[in-house]
């Protein structure tokens, strides 16, 4: 709670930045805030404190995922130092990105639907501004726009959801859902229109994180914004996304997963073969992350799906390795596309370039890829694991069969990171000090976590 | 210890390598390679052929899965762990001549590699012993791509997909086979080894485990990658796929397959031999019209390994002994193999067979030397090769007579193709660019000796091979005794 406390005060202080003129201070004090904020969700560790009649539940699973998007957003700060020192709207852009975190905390810890609206709400609104945060550019408008007509027509589903379970348990908080489906599951009396409401829910969440066939708005608007808000969306609010879908299925619809579990396997098996297959044609970096990361939104479906003991650790650990190794990405994509091409030539010749760091890049598309021993194939390990268990044997198969789909469209840029550069291309920008530091660190990270996957998983287990 | 030692000494030596610079690496890792080589031989020193298991390391890695870092030693991975560590040093001089850009990378690379296959030979648990088997992966993919021919990206990445769909079925296998341990599930190997499965689960596991080892070994039909890769690697890394990595299908089907799913192999087993056996008359015929030579030599790595997984499907004594002799005759014949046609390119510019002809009187020693790399890869007897192909031979005999009189045909038609690419290479009137193939160098002197060597006196006095492994191959059988 405090974390949250924080960052709200923190967004409403950079507002004042450009009113009380201490724009310099700027960086310096969102990183400042944001470290504090962290340190306050881990020392809140083991308290799970209720507020506010319940609205808002901070317990170990909401502080882990607290802690996460707050260090993703650190991390991702690195590279975006451009956007907050010289940029004539920092303080707006700033602003929003502490709002979006805002509304993310919420959504990781929300135990009341109104809340979760609320929270989602504050998450969505800031970035549909962020995407569109490109003035002059046409693309960067489209994908506002479009985020902004998609996003708000999910909402209303969501809200319809949200309306017909209200009308069924009489109220929006998560414990008294969770006692009414149980009563009424117990006795095989549970009416449709919560069945209606649930599936309703579904398709509002799945429009967020981009599952399939809710994906369309998804590669537009990546490859439309800005390209560090692209990285942001793909790591902070995908996040964000999956814990509030994860916290809601596991708390109040458990007992009906007999209803809902199918469809959402098929929603998976689907979101993860179209994210890959389509990723594999694209020549655009930019827009293979895009699809990739409809891929991977697939596979954390999959721990929905599974739903039992491991499921709440797995779903951490194959968020914290996807983002790790989504922000790697996009920093190298960030450091080549400068002159606004992102085609995937450009990485020829890189590793002749930046040997050590192509080596880290590397290591990041292994953990995407998931190969072991980095994060990434433990992470798919926990997930398939938990799946397998909760006997959905045909959807490891198929999740199996997309990772080797995903290998192939991940080792192209091992392949052309190796190859020589094309004669004709210009001399590209090496890599800053900044994009240095976040390959390293995600690399390493993703390595450490490969070591040792127990750590963050039994965190939540 | 020993083990961890093993293991941890390439390990550093290929992130030291990676802050050298490119006149000092070579050496660097020639001497680490050495230092390996030391502790093998030290290893070999301590080791008492009746104890299973020895120089064990056993920690938890991951306790809440049952997923421990345990490795160790037996008579088979010995042998491995021995073929590993002797042939890395050789690889690396056979490297001196050649001056790869990114040369630090590139030993890295090899030390690593030469990590992981320690690790896939020695881990004692199944999930560390998939993890060591992706690892190996990695570093050849990256030799073959960066340093590898025209084509090398599509050719690679058929190969890395291939080797990663097998795998992956395998990976699959173990869980299943982890989620039937009692208790706590564990996958370590004594739990593994105990578990009763039912037939109808071996008999499906059977082809999750065959095709992971089958593509690697190649057994035909999925050996559709290996021509291309061979060819197309640098000659490092076709040493280190031929020699070296293709044995990990062998000991994957020994260690991992055998003692878990005897049934299975029982029902599929018969299957399995004839595809090897086909495998080997196929691979055979296609190495007698080749032109190239170093497909040539891949395809007859085919037709080798084919007999050695015939053998191993056999079930018997006779046929797992003669698997063990052969893989190690087989990589050090397949090292000096390729090593002498990395010798007659660099030097020629081709390896054409038509291009070739009349070296004979250049350079004696190089005849005789290859002379005797000839002949140990077509099995005359006193060279290693005939040794494993007797024991084998004899091995699938006892299983069927007509399996061992179509998997005879190697003999002979292996005779066939090597004398003929010798004769094309070594003899006949001088072509016109013979004049240009001149003496031996002093380091690719010493890895023909030393491999020349190794043939004769293994081919001579085989007993320890045999002897070492012996008593680790009866209690592999004794699992599968049960069944039959």
């Not at chain 1, 469209?409 to 392949?415: C, D, G, H, W």
Request: aromatic share 14%; charged share 10%; with cysteine.
């Amino acid at each position: 709670m405090k974390a949250l406390i924080v960052i709200a005060l923190l967004g409403v202080v950079t507002m004042m930045s450009e009113v009380f003129r201490f724009k310099k201070l700027l960086l310096p004090l969102v990183v400042v805030g944001l470290l504090a904020a962290c340190g306050l969700a881990i020392g809140d560790w083991n308290t799970a404190i209720r507020y506010y009649n319940d609205m808002v539940y901070f317990d170990n699973y909401s502080l882990a995922f607290t802690s996460l998007i707050i260090v993703l957003t650190l991390l991702w700060l690195i590279i975006s130092k451009g956007y907050f020192v010289s940029d004539s709207s920092r303080a707006e852009h700033a602003t929003l990105i502490l709002f979006t975190l805002c509304g993310g905390v919420i959504m990781t810890a929300y135990s009341d639907l109104s809340m979760f609206f609320v929270g989602l709400e504050i998450l969505s609104i800031s970035l549909y501004v962020l995407a569109s945060s490109n003035k002059h550019d046409l693309k960067s408008n489209e994908a506002g726009m479009k985020y902004f007509l998609m996003g708000s027509f999910a909402t209303g589903f969501l809200l319809f959801g949200m309306a017909l379970i209200y009308g069924a348990a009489a109220s929006f908080n998560l414990v008294k859902i969770a006692e009414y489906v149980q009563t009424t599951a117990a006795h095989g009396q549970t009416p449709m229109f919560v069945y209606t409401g649930v599936l309703l829910m579904m398709v509002g969440l799945m429009f967020k994180v981009s599952a399939a066939p809710f994906h369309f708005w998804a590669p537009d608007v990546y490859e439309g914004a800005p390209t560090l808000i692209t990285a942001f969306m793909a790591t902070v609010v995908k996040t964000a996304a999956f814990a509030a879908f994860y916290r809601l299925f596991s708390t109040c619809f458990g007992d009906i997963s007999g209803f809902w579990a199918q469809t959402l396997a098929v929603i998976s098996a689907v979101t993860m073969l179209t994210g890959n297959i389509l990723a594999v044609s694209q020549t655009s970096l930019k827009r293979m992350l895009a699809y990739s990361s409809i891929a991977h939104a697939g596979y954390m479906l999959m721990a929905i799906v599974a739903m039992n003991k491991i499921s709440g650790g797995a779903i951490f650990l194959y968020a914290t390795a996807y983002s790790l190794g989504s922000l790697g990405a996009f920093a190298c994509l960030h450091a080549i596309s400068k002159y606004g091409d992102e085609s995937i030539e450009n990485l020829k010749g890189f590793a002749a370039d930046n040997k050590i760091w192509a080596g880290f890049l590397g290591v990041i598309v292994l953990s995407l890829a998931g190969i072991p021993p980095v994060a990434g194939f433990f992470a798919k390990y926990y997930i398939f694991y938990g799946v397998f268990q909760s006997n959905f044997t045909w959807l490891v198969l198929v999740a199996i069969l997309s990772s080797l789909i995903g290998v192939y469209y991940y080792f192209r840029i091992i392949i052309t990171m190796v190859q020589p550069r094309s004669e004709k291309a210009t001399v590209l920008p090496s890599l800053t000090g900044a994009h240095k530091a976040l390959l390293l660190i995600s690399a390493l990270l993703a390595l450490g976590i490969g070591i040792y996957p127990a750590f963050l998983q039994g965190l939540l287990s | 210890m020993i083990t961890l030692l093993l293991l941890l000494v390439p390990l550093v030596a290929s992130l030291v390598c990676l802050m050298l610079d490119q006149a000092k690496v070579k050496i660097f890792a020639l001497g680490t390679s050495l230092v390996s080589l030391g502790i093998t031989v030290y290893a070999f020193t301590l080791f008492n052929n009746d104890i299973a298991d020895q120089f064990l390391v056993n920690y938890w890695w991951i306790q809440d899965l049952g997923i421990s870092f345990k490795a160790g030693i037996d008579g088979i991975s010995i042998l491995l762990v021995a073929l590993t560590n002797f042939l890395l040093p050789l690889i690396i001089l056979t490297s001196f001549r050649h001056d790869y850009k990114n040369a630090s990378t590139f030993y890295a690379l090899m030390l690593f590699m030469q990590f992981a296959l320690i690790g896939v030979f020695t881990a004692l648990d199944g999930f560390l012993f998939y993890i060591f088997w992706e690892l190996a992966l990695i570093p050849i993919y990256l030799i073959c791509l960066m340093w590898g021919g025209k084509d090398s990206a599509r050719i690679t990445l058929k190969f890395f997909i291939y080797t990663l769909t097998g795998s992956l079925l395998m990976l699959a296998g173990l869980i299943y086979v982890y989620l039937q341990t009692p208790g706590a599930h564990s996958f370590d190997i004594d739990a593994l080894y105990n578990v009763t499965l039912s037939p109808a689960a071996q008999s499906w596991l059977f082809w999750c485990f065959f095709l992971a080892f089958a593509i690697k070994i190649p057994i035909f039909p999925l050996h559709t990658w290996q021509p291309d890769t061979y060819t197309d690697a640098p000659t490092q890394g076709t040493m280190l796929l031929s020699g070296i990595m293709l044995k990990m299908g062998i000991y994957g089907i020994i260690r991992w397959m055998l003692p878990i799913i005897p049934q299975g192999l029982s029902e599929w087993g018969n299957t399995a031999m004839m595809l090897s056996i086909a495998g080997v008359v196929y691979a055979s015929c296609m190495a007698l019209v080749q032109k190239d030579f170093k497909r040539l030599v891949a395809y007859s790595s085919i037709a080798h390994v084919g007999l050695i997984a015939a053998g191993v499907f056999a079930l018997n004594l006779q046929g797992l002994q003669g698997a063990m002799v052969q893989m190690i005759a087989h990589g050090v014949n397949v090292v000096g193999m390729f090593f002498i046609i990395d010798i007659i390119q660099r030097r020629m510019k081709t390896r054409q067979l038509d291009e070739l002809g009349g070296f004979a009187n250049n350079s004696p020693i190089f005849t005789i030397l290859f002379m005797i790399v000839l002949l140990g890869s077509v099995a005359l007897p006193l060279t290693n090769g005939f040794v494993g192909e007797f024991l084998l031979l004899n091995g699938v005999y006892q299983y069927s007579a007509w399996m061992a009189l179509v998997g005879g045909l190697t003999i002979i038609l292996g005779a066939v193709y090597m004398l003929r690419a010798y004769q094309k290479v070594m003899l006949g009137e001088p072509h016109a660019r013979s004049v240009e193939f001149t003496g031996l160098h002093q380091t690719e002197k010493i890895v023909l000796v030393a491999i020349a060597t190794v043939i004769i006196v293994t081919g001579i006095y085989p007993k320890p091979i045999i002897h070492v492994a012996g008593p680790a191959i009866e209690d592999i059988l004794a699992h599968v005794k049960d069944i039959y």
